[in-house]
């Protein structure tokens, strides 16, 4: 109960603000408007295509694929997709098969570049326009960056020209720890890549959770990309609104920023264990309200 009133809370006190915008705040929330997304990662265990429909249930247009299985990774998942009538809009990499994304065995490198591709066509084939991946380790000893790192680039830079070539933008999601812990070490690892189709993107609760401010964050790296979710002391990806993080301050800085991407909400799967329907609805609430647009509930 306590949970529910601090998320009504946040959204009434957003819904008031939003009587006083200025046209250019309007702009921006009808720039945003119908671009709710939330990411089936946060509906686990439950499989990739109830979870889409638990999505679209509560009144997302779009939503974000993570994958848990090899069937939810290939082409023909699309239509099981089609049938939950929501847009797909992005893809995370499978956290499930990153073992295979940043690895050097030459064996393991060939079945991970015919996944990535396969990968890819299932981006197209959903309408996707963005797919997830995290930094990979960076190796200092020179031995290491030769035999272990450079096959691993190879990797990444083999899935971004396939990104590209479907004209869809391969993003790197900031992280707590290593290269992308920082909005200058993530845009210094990016380049180090030397593939400018790929671009950053910005988790909140992983800015928190490195100690960063996630409004500075976006101010520094121009993200592409959103995942969205609340952070409060230990606690981490509780669901956005539910924390203490200043998203009024995010607002602002996704405004300044001319931000058009996808506002993807991305809290951890436990909080969603239970009464998804119910909770689905409040996270819709919450980030309609926040950014401005008619609220799922509402709708009756």
């Given at each position: 109960?306590?949970?529910?009133?601090?998320?009504?809370?946040?959204?009434?006190?957003?819904?008031?603000?939003?009587?006083?915008?200025?046209?250019?705040?309007?702009?921006?929330?009808?720039?945003?408007?119908n671009k709710y997304s939330f990411?089936?990662?946060?509906?686990?265990?439950?499989?990739?295509?109830?979870?889409?429909?638990?999505?679209?249930?509560?009144?997302?247009?779009?939503?974000?694929?993570?994958?848990?299985?090899?069937?939810?990774?290939?082409?023909?998942?699309?239509?099981?997709?089609?049938?939950?009538?929501?847009?797909?809009?992005?893809?995370?990499?499978?956290?499930?098969?990153?073992?295979?994304?940043?690895?050097?065995?030459?064996?393991?490198?060939?079945?991970?570049?015919?996944?990535?591709?396969?990968?890819?066509?299932?981006?197209?084939?959903?309408?996707?326009?963005?797919?997830?991946?995290?930094?990979h380790d960076i190796q200092t000893?020179?031995?290491?960056?030769?035999?272990?790192?450079?096959?691993?680039?190879?990797?990444?830079?083999?899935?971004?020209?396939?990104?590209?070539?479907?004209?869809?933008?391969?993003?790197?999601?900031?992280?707590?720890?290593?290269?992308?812990?920082?909005?200058?070490?993530?845009?210094?690892?990016?380049?180090?890549?030397?593939?400018?189709?790929?671009?950053?993107?910005?988790?909140?609760?992983?800015?928190?959770?490195?100690?960063?401010?996630?409004?500075?964050?976006?101010?520094?790296?121009?993200?592409?990309?959103?995942?969205?979710?609340?952070?409060?002391?230990?606690?981490?990806?509780?669901?956005?609104?539910?924390?203490?993080?200043?998203?009024?301050?995010?607002?602002?800085?996704?405004?300044?920023?001319?931000?058009?991407?996808?506002?993807?909400?991305?809290?951890?799967?436990?909080?969603?264990?239970?009464?998804?329907?119910?909770?689905?609805?409040?996270a819709y609430d919450f980030v309609?309200?926040?950014?401005?647009?008619?609220?799922?509930?509402?709708?009756?």
């Amino acid at each position: 109960m306590a949970e529910t009133a601090k998320t009504s809370n946040v959204k009434t006190t957003d819904i008031m603000a939003a009587d006083e915008m200025t046209p250019d705040e309007k702009a921006f929330n009808a720039k945003g408007a119908n671009k709710y997304s939330f990411s089936t990662a946060a509906l686990y265990p439950r499989s990739a295509a109830e979870s889409l429909r638990l999505i679209a249930g509560a009144g997302f247009l779009h939503a974000e694929l993570m994958p848990q299985c090899f069937a939810d990774a290939s082409e023909s998942f699309a239509l099981k997709a089609e049938r939950s009538k929501i847009h797909v809009a992005s893809v995370h990499y499978p956290l499930a098969m990153f073992s295979m994304l940043y690895n050097a065995s030459p064996g393991m490198t060939s079945e991970e570049r015919a996944f990535a591709e396969g990968l890819v066509r299932l981006c197209v084939a959903l309408g996707a326009e963005v797919l997830v991946i995290h930094p990979h380790d960076i190796q200092t000893e020179v031995q290491l960056k030769s035999s272990i790192e450079q096959p691993i680039r190879g990797n990444i830079l083999h899935l971004a020209e396939q990104c590209d070539k479907a004209k869809i933008v391969l993003a790197v999601e900031n992280s707590p720890k290593g290269a992308g812990r920082t909005a200058e070490g993530l845009l210094e690892y990016i380049e180090s890549l030397g593939n400018s189709s790929i671009k950053p993107m910005v988790d909140t609760t992983e800015a928190c959770e490195a100690g960063l401010d996630p409004a500075e964050f976006i101010l520094k790296v121009s993200p592409v990309h959103l995942h969205l979710s609340d952070h409060s002391g230990e606690k981490k990806h509780l669901p956005a609104g539910e924390g203490d993080t200043d998203w009024q301050a995010i607002k602002n800085a996704l405004k300044i920023k001319a931000y058009a991407g996808y506002y993807t909400l991305e809290p951890v799967y436990r909080y969603y264990l239970a009464e998804p329907e119910e909770k689905l609805a409040l996270a819709y609430d919450f980030v309609s309200g926040l950014f401005g647009s008619t609220s799922a509930t509402s709708q009756g």
